[in-house]
Protein backbone atom coordinates (compact mmCIF):
# COMPACT_ATOMS: atom_id res chain seq x y z
CA UNK A 1 0.00 0.00 0.00
CA UNK A 2 2.86 2.56 0.80
CA UNK A 3 4.30 1.70 -2.48
CA UNK A 4 1.65 2.41 -4.24
CA UNK A 5 0.78 5.27 -2.24
CA UNK A 6 4.22 6.96 -3.23
CA UNK A 7 3.22 6.55 -7.11
CA UNK A 8 0.51 8.05 -6.80
CA UNK A 9 2.22 11.33 -5.21
CA UNK A 10 4.88 10.61 -7.85
CA UNK A 11 2.36 10.52 -10.85
CA UNK A 12 0.89 13.60 -9.30
CA UNK A 13 3.73 15.53 -9.68
CA UNK A 14 4.78 14.72 -12.75
CA UNK A 15 1.60 15.91 -14.47
CA UNK A 16 2.23 19.32 -12.70
CA UNK A 17 5.59 19.46 -14.59
CA UNK A 18 8.17 20.93 -11.80
CA UNK A 19 11.06 20.59 -13.73
CA UNK A 20 12.65 19.47 -10.01
CA UNK A 21 14.29 16.08 -9.30
CA UNK A 22 11.60 14.48 -6.76
CA UNK A 23 12.76 12.53 -3.59
CA UNK A 24 13.39 9.15 -4.37
CA UNK A 25 10.41 6.62 -3.57
CA UNK A 26 12.39 4.46 -1.62
CA UNK A 27 15.41 5.62 0.64
CA UNK A 28 18.50 4.75 -0.50
CA UNK A 29 20.56 3.25 2.35
CA UNK A 30 24.35 3.44 2.49
CA UNK A 31 25.81 1.52 -0.43
CA UNK A 32 22.65 0.85 -1.93
CA UNK A 33 23.85 2.41 -5.12
CA UNK A 34 27.26 1.32 -6.84
CA UNK A 35 29.17 2.46 -9.79
CA UNK A 36 30.43 -1.53 -10.60
CA UNK A 37 33.50 -0.64 -12.34
CA UNK A 38 34.52 1.76 -10.04
CA UNK A 39 33.46 0.93 -6.89
CA UNK A 40 32.38 3.78 -5.73
CA UNK A 41 28.82 4.57 -3.99
CA UNK A 42 26.53 6.73 -5.08
CA UNK A 43 23.61 9.13 -4.05
CA UNK A 44 20.35 8.64 -6.12
CA UNK A 45 21.06 12.08 -7.86
CA UNK A 46 24.56 11.05 -8.62
CA UNK A 47 23.06 7.94 -10.10
CA UNK A 48 20.72 9.83 -12.51
CA UNK A 49 23.47 12.97 -13.50
CA UNK A 50 25.55 9.87 -15.01
CA UNK A 51 22.62 7.73 -16.76
CA UNK A 52 21.69 11.50 -18.05
CA UNK A 53 24.69 11.12 -20.15
CA UNK A 54 24.11 8.61 -21.90
CA UNK A 55 22.04 7.97 -25.16
CA UNK A 56 20.49 4.68 -24.37
CA UNK A 57 20.19 3.36 -20.51
CA UNK A 58 18.74 -0.06 -20.05
CA UNK A 59 17.09 -0.93 -16.63
CA UNK A 60 16.77 -4.17 -15.94
CA UNK A 61 14.37 -5.70 -13.57
CA UNK A 62 12.65 -8.36 -11.01
CA UNK A 63 9.37 -8.23 -12.05
CA UNK A 64 7.21 -9.10 -9.20
CA UNK A 65 9.23 -6.43 -6.56
CA UNK A 66 7.09 -2.88 -5.97
CA UNK A 67 10.31 -0.90 -5.51
CA UNK A 68 11.71 -1.38 -8.92
CA UNK A 69 8.79 -0.58 -10.31
CA UNK A 70 8.51 2.63 -8.23
CA UNK A 71 12.17 2.99 -8.82
CA UNK A 72 11.75 3.22 -12.60
CA UNK A 73 8.75 5.94 -12.71
CA UNK A 74 11.28 7.63 -10.35
CA UNK A 75 13.69 7.61 -12.90
CA UNK A 76 11.74 8.67 -15.56
CA UNK A 77 11.05 11.86 -13.70
CA UNK A 78 14.52 12.21 -12.20
CA UNK A 79 16.18 12.05 -15.39
CA UNK A 80 13.49 14.25 -17.15
CA UNK A 81 14.57 16.84 -15.07
CA UNK A 82 18.72 16.76 -16.66
CA UNK A 83 17.64 16.04 -19.93
CA UNK A 84 14.42 15.68 -22.37
CA UNK A 85 13.47 11.96 -22.78
CA UNK A 86 13.56 10.39 -26.61
CA UNK A 87 11.54 7.55 -25.62
CA UNK A 88 10.33 5.01 -23.70
CA UNK A 89 10.61 1.30 -24.72
CA UNK A 90 9.14 -1.68 -22.39
CA UNK A 91 9.74 -5.23 -22.57
CA UNK A 92 5.69 -5.65 -21.52
CA UNK A 93 4.17 -4.21 -24.79
CA UNK A 94 4.42 -6.08 -28.08
CA UNK A 95 4.18 -5.04 -31.86
CA UNK A 96 0.24 -5.64 -32.11
CA UNK A 97 0.08 -2.96 -28.99
CA UNK A 98 1.67 -0.54 -30.65
CA UNK A 99 -1.26 1.10 -32.31
CA UNK A 100 -3.92 1.27 -29.15
CA UNK A 101 -0.40 3.10 -27.35
CA UNK A 102 -0.11 5.06 -30.38
CA UNK A 103 -3.93 6.12 -30.50
CA UNK A 104 -4.15 6.98 -26.76
CA UNK A 105 -0.86 9.07 -26.47
CA UNK A 106 -2.93 11.24 -29.16
CA UNK A 107 -5.28 12.28 -25.67
CA UNK A 108 -2.32 13.69 -23.48
CA UNK A 109 -4.92 15.03 -20.36
CA UNK A 110 -5.44 12.64 -17.78
CA UNK A 111 -8.98 12.79 -18.47
CA UNK A 112 -8.74 11.66 -21.68
CA UNK A 113 -7.53 8.29 -20.74
CA UNK A 114 -10.35 5.14 -20.60
CA UNK A 115 -11.20 4.31 -17.02
CA UNK A 116 -10.26 0.56 -18.58
CA UNK A 117 -6.71 1.59 -19.89
CA UNK A 118 -5.64 -2.14 -19.45
CA UNK A 119 -8.72 -2.73 -21.80
CA UNK A 120 -7.92 -0.42 -24.08
CA UNK A 121 -4.29 -1.16 -24.40
CA UNK A 122 -4.99 -5.27 -24.62
CA UNK A 123 -2.62 -5.54 -21.59
CA UNK A 124 -1.39 -8.85 -20.97
CA UNK A 125 -2.53 -10.19 -17.26
CA UNK A 126 0.97 -11.82 -17.36
CA UNK A 127 2.34 -8.18 -16.05
CA UNK A 128 0.62 -7.03 -12.94
CA UNK A 129 -1.24 -4.43 -14.11
CA UNK A 130 -0.75 -2.59 -10.25
CA UNK A 131 2.94 -2.30 -10.86
CA UNK A 132 2.95 -1.56 -14.56
CA UNK A 133 0.12 0.60 -14.65
CA UNK A 134 1.65 3.86 -13.28
CA UNK A 135 4.39 3.81 -15.51
CA UNK A 136 2.84 3.55 -18.14
CA UNK A 137 0.16 6.21 -17.50
CA UNK A 138 2.74 8.40 -16.50
CA UNK A 139 4.51 7.69 -20.09
CA UNK A 140 1.15 7.65 -22.34
CA UNK A 141 0.98 11.61 -21.29
CA UNK A 142 4.42 12.40 -21.81
CA UNK A 143 5.41 14.05 -25.48
CA UNK A 144 7.98 11.19 -25.94
CA UNK A 145 6.70 7.84 -27.63
CA UNK A 146 6.02 4.93 -25.97
CA UNK A 147 7.58 1.90 -27.93
CA UNK A 148 6.88 -1.75 -27.42
CA UNK A 149 10.32 -3.91 -27.51
CA UNK A 150 9.44 -7.30 -27.65
CA UNK A 151 7.38 -10.22 -30.00
CA UNK A 152 4.40 -10.82 -30.51
CA UNK A 153 2.93 -14.10 -29.47
CA UNK A 154 2.61 -14.98 -33.40
CA UNK A 155 6.32 -14.35 -33.48
CA UNK A 156 7.12 -16.54 -30.67
CA UNK A 157 5.12 -19.25 -32.07
CA UNK A 158 7.21 -19.45 -35.48
CA UNK A 159 10.36 -19.11 -33.88
CA UNK A 160 9.54 -21.81 -31.45
CA UNK A 161 7.94 -23.99 -34.53
CA UNK A 162 11.59 -23.12 -36.81
CA UNK A 163 14.31 -20.76 -35.24
CA UNK A 164 15.90 -18.27 -37.76
CA UNK A 165 19.47 -17.93 -37.51
CA UNK A 166 20.41 -15.76 -35.36
CA UNK A 167 23.88 -13.99 -36.80
CA UNK A 168 27.02 -12.70 -34.35
CA UNK A 169 29.88 -14.02 -33.09
CA UNK A 170 29.12 -12.39 -29.47
CA UNK A 171 25.44 -13.95 -29.05
CA UNK A 172 26.54 -17.36 -30.45
CA UNK A 173 29.39 -17.37 -27.66
CA UNK A 174 29.36 -20.37 -26.03
CA UNK A 175 29.17 -18.71 -22.57
CA UNK A 176 26.00 -16.34 -23.59
CA UNK A 177 24.04 -19.66 -24.81
CA UNK A 178 24.93 -21.95 -22.09
CA UNK A 179 24.48 -19.40 -19.31
CA UNK A 180 20.99 -18.81 -20.99
CA UNK A 181 19.98 -22.76 -21.72
CA UNK A 182 20.67 -22.49 -17.62
CA UNK A 183 18.29 -19.61 -16.99
CA UNK A 184 15.26 -21.28 -19.06
CA UNK A 185 16.01 -24.70 -17.13
CA UNK A 186 16.09 -22.83 -13.50
CA UNK A 187 12.96 -20.72 -14.51
CA UNK A 188 10.92 -23.42 -15.45
CA UNK A 189 12.19 -25.67 -12.61
CA UNK A 190 13.40 -28.19 -14.42
CA UNK A 191 10.48 -29.24 -16.02
CA UNK A 192 10.74 -28.95 -19.30
CA UNK A 193 12.36 -31.67 -21.43
CA UNK A 194 15.45 -31.23 -22.97
CA UNK A 195 14.05 -31.58 -26.45
CA UNK A 196 12.69 -28.24 -25.58
CA UNK A 197 15.60 -26.44 -25.13
CA UNK A 198 16.96 -25.28 -27.94
CA UNK A 199 13.57 -23.83 -28.78
CA UNK A 200 13.31 -22.03 -26.25
CA UNK A 201 16.60 -20.57 -26.15
CA UNK A 202 16.07 -19.13 -29.80
CA UNK A 203 13.15 -17.38 -28.12
CA UNK A 204 15.19 -15.83 -25.16
CA UNK A 205 17.42 -14.53 -27.95
CA UNK A 206 15.17 -13.64 -30.48
CA UNK A 207 13.45 -11.51 -27.88
CA UNK A 208 17.46 -9.77 -26.74
CA UNK A 209 17.62 -9.07 -30.45
CA UNK A 210 14.38 -7.31 -31.19
CA UNK A 211 15.17 -5.27 -28.23
CA UNK A 212 18.71 -4.24 -29.54
CA UNK A 213 17.11 -3.65 -32.78
CA UNK A 214 14.24 -1.23 -31.12
CA UNK A 215 16.79 0.67 -29.03
CA UNK A 216 18.54 1.45 -31.73
CA UNK A 217 15.38 2.45 -33.77
CA UNK A 218 13.77 4.63 -30.95
CA UNK A 219 14.16 8.47 -30.50
CA UNK A 220 17.14 9.24 -27.95
CA UNK A 221 17.88 9.50 -25.40
CA UNK A 222 16.05 5.62 -24.90
CA UNK A 223 14.94 4.13 -21.58
CA UNK A 224 14.71 0.75 -22.06
CA UNK A 225 12.57 -1.60 -18.88
CA UNK A 226 13.29 -5.17 -18.85
CA UNK A 227 13.56 -8.01 -16.96
CA UNK A 228 17.07 -8.72 -15.21
CA UNK A 229 18.44 -11.46 -17.65
CA UNK A 230 17.49 -9.32 -20.70
CA UNK A 231 19.62 -6.04 -18.99
CA UNK A 232 22.40 -8.25 -18.23
CA UNK A 233 25.29 -7.35 -20.77
CA UNK A 234 27.02 -10.46 -20.21
CA UNK A 235 23.80 -12.30 -21.90
CA UNK A 236 21.61 -10.00 -22.74
CA UNK A 237 20.79 -6.76 -24.91
CA UNK A 238 24.13 -5.62 -24.78
CA UNK A 239 25.82 -8.81 -26.51
CA UNK A 240 23.44 -8.21 -29.37
CA UNK A 241 24.32 -4.27 -29.93
CA UNK A 242 28.18 -6.07 -29.92
CA UNK A 243 26.92 -8.18 -33.03
CA UNK A 244 25.33 -5.14 -34.57
CA UNK A 245 28.05 -2.85 -34.07
CA UNK A 246 26.09 -0.47 -32.33
CA UNK A 247 26.79 -1.00 -28.24
CA UNK A 248 28.73 2.13 -27.82
CA UNK A 249 26.76 4.41 -25.43
CA UNK A 250 24.73 2.11 -23.56
CA UNK A 251 24.51 1.61 -19.96
CA UNK A 252 22.98 -0.68 -17.57
CA UNK A 253 21.51 0.04 -14.35
CA UNK A 254 20.67 -3.12 -12.65
CA UNK A 255 18.00 -3.40 -9.74
CA UNK A 256 18.44 -5.73 -7.35
CA UNK A 257 17.51 -7.39 -4.21
CA UNK A 258 19.67 -7.39 -1.19
CA UNK A 259 21.87 -9.96 -1.16
CA UNK A 260 21.88 -10.30 -4.34
CA UNK A 261 25.43 -10.77 -6.58
CA UNK A 262 25.68 -8.68 -9.41
CA UNK A 263 29.25 -7.89 -11.12
CA UNK A 264 30.60 -5.17 -13.77
CA UNK A 265 30.17 -8.13 -16.32
CA UNK A 266 26.24 -7.79 -15.64
CA UNK A 267 25.69 -4.71 -15.27
CA UNK A 268 27.64 -0.80 -15.23
CA UNK A 269 25.28 0.46 -11.93
CA UNK A 270 23.50 -1.61 -9.73
CA UNK A 271 20.54 0.01 -6.83
CA UNK A 272 20.07 -2.91 -3.94
CA UNK A 273 16.69 -2.88 -2.71
CA UNK A 274 14.63 -4.40 -0.10
CA UNK A 275 14.50 -8.33 0.01
CA UNK A 276 11.52 -9.72 -0.34
CA UNK A 277 10.21 -12.73 1.24
CA UNK A 278 11.36 -16.39 -0.44
CA UNK A 279 8.64 -18.02 -2.78
CA UNK A 280 8.43 -21.35 -4.18
CA UNK A 281 7.55 -20.81 -7.44
CA UNK A 282 9.21 -24.25 -8.26
CA UNK A 283 6.23 -24.99 -5.59
CA UNK A 284 3.32 -23.60 -7.72
CA UNK A 285 4.05 -25.01 -10.76
CA UNK A 286 4.28 -28.08 -10.18
CA UNK A 287 0.83 -28.38 -8.47
Known sequence: ???????????????????????PPVQAESGAIQDLRSGKLLTPEELVARLSRA???????????????????????????QRAQGSLLLEMLTPDQQPRVDSLRQHQAAQDLPDDLPGALAWSPG???????????YALLQPYPLLAANLDNSEVRNI?????????????AASVRNELLQQVRDSH???????QMPAMLAVQQQRDRRMAER?????????????AFHARKDVGVLVHLQDLDASDGTVVL??????????????????YSTRLPEKDYCAQMRQ
Open 215 to 227: LLAAPTPVLLFAG
Open 127 to 137: WDWALYGPIVR
Open 189 to 195: CGLLPES
Open 55 to 81: PRVIVGEQHDHPEHHALQLWLLRAMAT
Open 254 to 271: MLAQKGTQVSPRNADYVW
Open 160 to 172: YRQAPALSGEHSN
Open 1 to 23: MRVLLILGVLLLGACQGVPVMPE
